[in-house]
């Protein structure tokens, strides 16, 4: 995940998530395109997961998908990052 955003030239501050999701704190530049960032966050995340667990991955497919078409961002101005990345590592860990 770090390398995907490092190649978009953003940094990324917190990441952890549950068995179904992940939860991840970017910051990026206005000039980086938030769905083009995470199309590629999906795509290497998931290349690499059937690639190290071809056999375990199966039952975690969206179709022959890993992850779903769908994605959330919200904006966490004004709320201050502590408590935002206190918040992303305390979800669960992916079983």
């Known amino acids: 995940m770090r390398a995907v955003c490092a ?16 939860h991840l704190l970017v910051h ?8 083009r960032l995470v199309g590629s966050l999906k795509g290497v995340s998931a290349r690499r997961l059937r690639q190290e667990y071809p056999g375990h991955i ?27 990345k206190e918040y992303i590592g305390n979800q669960k860990h992916p079983d």
């Open 28 to 35: 990026y530049p206005p000039k980086v395109s938030l769905s």
């Open 58 to 84: 199966r039952k975690y497919l969206w179709g022959e998908h890993f992850w779903s078409p769908s994605y959330f961002a919200a904006s966490c101005g004004g709320a201050p990052l502590s408590t935002i």
């Open 7 to 22: 190649d978009f030239e953003t940094e990324l501050v917190e990441f952890n998530g549950e068995s179904d999701h992940v």
